[in-house]
């Protein structure tokens, strides 16, 4: 996970940017939950897509969130292959239990 920023973290100034870098993403991952908090119960639920993104956010610079929202994900594997499909991975064929598709 974020192996470029663990690159610059070898030198001093690098490891001050990278730890400001996910400080800033682990704040506004969490604003955005709670700004979609009240947003998810109006008629139009722009809360739910703001969520999702913060909690990217908040996997994508806090090793802990990543580790929680991956663990989720391996025990709720139907998520897990509509979160595969929504970012582009190609279905396996060994883990198609109905067959060839066409």
Known sequence: MNETLNNMSRNPIGGVLVTVLRMIGVALGLALMVLSLPLAITPIPLGIPLFIVGVLLLAGSSPT?????????????????????????????????AGNRA
């Open 65 to 97: 969130a990543h580790r929680i929202v991956t663990g989720y994900l391996k025990r709720h594997p139907g998520i897990w292959q509509r979160v595969k499909r929504m970012f582009g991975e190609k279905d396996d064929p060994s883990d198609d239990s």
